[in-house]
């Protein structure tokens, strides 16, 4: 199965996805440098629940260089403005340099810290974003929930990244090596949470390294 779905993203990958010059530089340059950013398949999912939600209020939990951010940018009404989230010092210094390299330093609010924190104190201000983008550190999701559901509108998306893990997630706990065992029981505890809430209906797909899309009833 996972080799099929490797198929399936090689494929994905090699057809043309219509980004602009800048953007596929910048694919290509956090690829050389080791920085994660999604993939083809996730790309393409974003891009179509982009276009279908035309949400104007865009929160991302994870900026990374920037890259998503910017990328989702792309594709959102010019009114749109995406709020994200960096932990990272050195990340979210570059993600700055590249938001002004290409003018986007206007609809970009970035906020830099850690995410449980800042979750938390937007929630306590009555925040409230119609699409919700989390590509973070994939053992604190479960920490995240209950502060984004209150973040995110009645009608309101959350996609989130990386569920399947490299297809670890599938695994049983017992083949998992002893330093993934944390995440891996957290990942399933995140999963878990997701597709019994009752305030969301959850769809996992197997899009890049897994999406769940989520909308808030």
């Not at 602009?20 to 790309?43: A, F, H, V, W």
């Not at 970035?110 to 449980?116: C, E, M």
């Not at 899009?207 to 769940?212: E, N, V």
Request: aromatic share 8%; glycine share 6%.
């Amino acid at each position: 199965m996972m080799v099929e779905h490797e198929r399936f993203e090689s494929f994905l990958e090699s057809i043309p996805d219509g980004l602009p010059e800048y953007l596929t530089d910048l694919e290509i340059e956090n690829i050389k440098d080791n920085i994660p950013i999604i993939r083809k398949g996730s790309q393409r999912l974003i891009r179509f629940m982009l276009e279908m939600k035309k949400p104007l209020n865009i929160l991302e939990v994870g900026t990374a260089t920037g890259f998503s951010t910017i990328f989702m940018l792309e594709f959102l009404n010019k009114k749109a403005k995406i709020t994200t989230i960096e932990k990272m010092e050195e990340r979210a210094a570059k993600a700055e340099e590249n938001f002004k390299k290409f003018d986007k330093s206007k609809r970009i609010v970035l906020i830099k810290g850690d995410a449980a924190d800042i979750l938390s104190e937007l929630a306590s201000k009555d925040k409230t974003y119609d699409f919700i983008f989390m590509d973070a550190a994939k053992g604190q999701y479960i920490n995240f929930f209950e502060n984004i559901k209150k973040l995110l509108v009645s009608g309101g998306m959350l996609i989130t990244d990386n569920m399947l893990q490299e297809g670890r997630l599938l695994d049983s706990r017992y083949t998992v090596v002893r330093r993934d065992r944390t995440i891996h029981s957290r990942m399933r505890e995140y999963v878990n949470a997701l597709l019994t809430d009752k305030e969301l209906e959850t769809m996992l797909l197997e899009s890049g390294d897994g999406m769940a899309v989520s909308v808030k009833k």
